[in-house]
T-cell receptor, first 109, second 114 residues
Framework: GIQVEQSPPDLILQEGANSTLRCNFS?????LQWFHQNPWGQLINLFY???GTKQNGRLSATTVATERYSLLYISSSQTTDSGVYFC???????????FGTGTRLKVLA | NAGVTQTPKFQVLKTGQSMTLQCAQD?????MSWYRQDPGMGLRLIHY???????DQGEVPNGYNVSRSTTEDFPLRLLSAAPSQTSVYFC?????????????FGPGTRLTVT
């Protein structure tokens, strides 16, 4: 099955800094999502982005399906951005989302 | 809409006990799934369903049973709990139209097996 790898595993930022999180996948995907898991454990949908680029406020995401990666950009980070960021993907012909192991982000005031 | 709801929020079981984790959604989604998340790890798929009466196994199905009698509900049963099943369990749902879908997650159930 598809393998999903995320980098970096851990990231510490000062408030106001920018960051890029990466998600690599081993096969072509037809669905891809980014989630933020906050410190209380809640999973929050950030983007559904099997291809192309989307933006939502300070966050944006780009998926280059032909090169098998997706990027999540966080600009002007805030302490409330802290938590774990997951990407998850499915391949054609299956409904099974496979998750990466996440990037743990800590934003310092 | 309440979205995806899960009960209970917390549960402690003794080894060998059985229980059912409840999941319900009010968005008329065809697809529902169960994941477990162990400390410091990503989510792993246990079972999923693409509609009432249809279920299939995910990555880690052993020790768990599911059934889907209605579109709204997708309970997860632990027949004989083991300490290795201590985890946080998440339920998710989505549409399945046009070969693309976005999942929405419930708040999770934190299960401890002693």
């Amino acid at each position: 099955g598809i393998q999903v790898e995320q980098s970096p595993p851990d990231l510490i930022l000062q408030e106001g800094a920018n960051s890029t999180l990466r998600c690599n996948f081993s096969d072509s995907v037809n669905n891809l999502q980014w989630f933020h898991q906050n410190p209380w454990g809640q999973l929050i949908n950030l983007f559904y982005i099997p291809s192309g680029t989307k933006q939502n406020g300070r966050l944006s995401a780009t998926t280059v399906a032909t090169e098998r990666y997706s990027l999540l950009y966080i600009s002007s980070s805030q302490t409330t951005d802290s938590g774990v960021y997951f990407c998850a993907a499915t391949t054609s012909g299956t409904y099974k989302y496979i998750f990466g192991t996440g990037t743990r982000l800590k934003v310092l005031a | 809409n309440a979205g995806v709801t899960q009960t209970p929020k917390f549960q402690v079981l003794k080894t060998g006990q059985s229980m059912t984790l409840q999941c319900a959604q009010d968005m008329n989604h065809e697809y529902m799934s169960w994941y477990r998340q162990d400390p410091g790890m990503g989510l792993r798929l246990i079972h999923y369903s693409v509609g009432a009466g249809i279920t299939d196994q995910g990555e880690v199905p052993n020790g768990y049973n599911v059934s889907r009698s209605t579109t709204e509900d997708f309970p997860l049963r632990l027949l004989s709990a083991a300490p290795s099943q201590t985890s946080v369990y998440f339920c998710a749902s989505s549409w399945t139209g046009l070969s693309s879908y976005e999942q929405y997650f419930g708040p999770g159930t934190r299960l401890t097996v002693t």
